[in-house]
């Protein structure tokens, strides 16, 4: 465990940001899940309202250090290739 003052605050700090983090992680996964059940069921209109709010979801993850931008790019291009896979 931590001994100093400075240490202490680091742990308190890192413990707060950890489960901030958890849980705007846990909200990007729920919003990306609701385009993969829209797609599944075959509801194209659907899958494209969802895709647009989980951009911006996804985006304001890569903003907070959440995600790198490249997973974030590489998960919205699979999005979307899987919407417009759809006939």
């Given at each position: 465990?931590?001994?100093?003052?400075?240490?202490?605050?680091?742990?308190?700090?890192?413990?707060?940001?950890?489960?901030?983090?958890?849980?705007?992680?846990?909200?990007?996964?729920?919003?990306?899940?609701?385009?993969?059940?829209?797609?599944e069921s075959g509801n194209k209109e659907q899958?494209?309202?969802?895709?647009?709010?989980?951009?911006?979801?996804?985006d304001t993850a890569v903003t907070k250090g959440?995600?790198?931008?490249?997973?974030?790019?590489?998960?919205?291009?699979?999005?979307?290739?899987?919407?417009?896979?759809?006939?």
């Amino acid at each position: 465990m931590a001994n100093t003052a400075q240490a202490k605050k680091r742990a308190r700090q890192a413990e707060k940001s950890r489960v901030r983090n958890a849980g705007q992680r846990s909200n990007m996964r729920t919003f990306i899940k609701k385009v993969l059940a829209a797609v599944e069921s075959g509801n194209k209109e659907q899958a494209q309202e969802a895709f647009k709010s989980v951009t911006s979801v996804i985006d304001t993850a890569v903003t907070k250090g959440l995600v790198h931008k490249n997973k974030a790019a590489r998960s919205k291009s699979r999005l979307n290739a899987r919407i417009r896979s759809m006939a």
